[in-house]
């Protein structure tokens, strides 16, 4: 029997005793593998915070339903392996799908931007109260966005690395933000 049989035994008796519940036995499944799992999620994602999320998802799968594992699929090391790149793949799936929806809601804005007309607009007392209001009634995510890009003068992509949200969000809430801004400001047009 070799090395690589002998772990898989190893790693094969760990599960069982996962399955017990066992939490001595889950941690040095996790001390064994994460590692390699984290590296591996991180090469698909390319961030550290998605990474270590996507193996904790994997090993909290395993902690719930470690009779999953199918000894004649291969091991127990390609099993979790496996786990943790689907989750990944699965996640840069959904953050593109996510991209995209931004990036149509983007295309669906108007050429000008209608800050800078409410900005040329604003010239009396009362509608720069208006304006304020409009603010104070977005939620705060979305109040936040446009402060940074209108007020501290950020692009999208910088907003996004201060906050550490994704660009794609970032771009969704300044979009839903001037609609709600445009809506509400729309009466001072009348």
């Known amino acids: 029997m070799g090395a690589a049989d002998l772990s898989d035994l190893r790693d094969r008796e760990l599960l069982r005793r996962i399955s017990r519940g066992d939490e001595e036995a889950f941690r040095s499944l996790f001390g064994r593998y994460a590692p390699t799992a984290r590296a591996l999620a991180l090469r698909i994602l390319r961030q550290r915070f998605l990474a270590d999320e996507t193996v904790q998802e994997a090993f909290l799968s395993v902690w719930r339903n470690p009779d999953r594992y199918d000894a004649s699929r291969g091991s127990v090391r390609a099993w979790l392996m496996s786990a943790v790149h689907h989750r990944a ?3 840069v799936r959904r953050e ?20 800078e007309q409410a900005v040329e607009a604003v010239g009396v007392p009362e509608e720069r109260a208006a304006v304020r209001a409009a603010l104070a ?8 966005v446009i402060e940074l890009m209108y007020f501290e003068g950020l692009s ?4 996004a690395e201060r906050t550490g949200i994704p660009l794609g ?3 969704s809430r300044a979009v839903l933000a001037m609609r709600r801004m445009r809506a509400s400001l729309g009466a001072l047009e009348r």
């Open 96 to 115: 593109e799908a996510h991209r995209r929806r931004s990036d149509s809601a983007v295309a669906d804005l108007p050429a000008e931007d209608p800050a």
């Open 156 to 159: 999208q992509s910088k907003v």
């Open 169 to 171: 969000t970032v771009k």
């Open 89 to 91: 793949v699965d996640l």
């Open 137 to 144: 009634e977005l939620p705060a995510e979305q109040r936040e």
